[in-house]
């Protein structure tokens, strides 16, 4: 399975925007990345997926470069709620149903 | 009720003692999972189940027995656990074919 490598930890003001990072250099053309989020005490909750086109919807925004090789998770204002642990994860269409979650980055929100 | 629940949301058995935990969706899917969170740990994997058949089993002791009597329902049944196996237990659906996966609150296993 294609790997994702993301920051151990972020740390961002409340209101301000956040850019989450995810390398995946040997992602593959039918990979499709996705973002999952998990709040202390709570099971991970989907955030966004995408497959080469920007994506967004009401929680947040992904971009994905050109040579899809990485993407950015935006939190366009952060909020204490948004402290949580994000995880990047390749995903292929039709090849099973497992999730590979990694170790994630801990988003810590300040006010 | 909406989503995925899980049942009981705490539980904290001995080593001789036989529990079940349940997983409920209310979403549609036909296919439902469970995944163990160890502290400091990545989830795992465990069993997933689809159409009400396990179509995976990740080389779990077989002191974890699941079982899905129907697609929206899902029980994980406990006998003779080790103190190793504290953890949270996560349970999740999705539909067939798709990948995105909607998750229960978990429930907090201690064995003491």
């Known amino acids: 399975d294609a790997k994702t490598t993301q920051p151990n930890s972020m740390e961002s003001n409340e209101e301000e925007p956040v850019h989450l990072p995810c390398n995946h250099s040997t992602i593959s053309g039918t990979d499709y990345i996705h973002w999952y989020r998990q709040l202390p005490s709570q099971g991970p909750e989907y955030v966004i997926h995408g497959l080469t086109s920007n994506v967004n919807n009401r929680m947040a925004s992904l971009a994905i470069a050109e040579d899809r090789k990485s993407s950015t998770l935006i939190l366009h204002r952060a909020t204490l709620r948004d402290a949580a642990v994000y995880y990047c994860i390749l995903s292929r269409a039709n090849s099973g149903y497992a999730l590979n979650f990694g170790k994630g980055t801990s988003l810590l929100v300040t006010p | 009720e909406t989503g995925v629940t899980q049942t009981p949301r705490h539980l904290v058995m001995g080593m001789t003692n036989k529990k079940s935990l349940k997983c409920e969706q209310h979403?549609?899917?036909?296919?439902m999972y469970w995944y163990k969170q160890s502290a400091k740990k990545p989830l795992e994997l465990m069993f997933v189940?689809?159409?009400?058949?396990?179509?995976e089993n990740n080389s779990v002791p077989s002191r974890f027995s699941p079982e899905c009597p129907n697609s929206s329902h899902l029980f994980l049944h406990l006998h003779t656990l080790q103190p190793e196996d504290s953890a949270l237990y996560l349970c999740a659906s999705s539909q067939s074919g798709l990948n995105t996966q909607y998750f229960g609150p978990g429930t907090r296993l201690t064995v003491l």
């Open positions: 189940y689809s159409l009400e058949e396990r179509v």
């Open positions: 979403l549609g899917h036909n296919a």
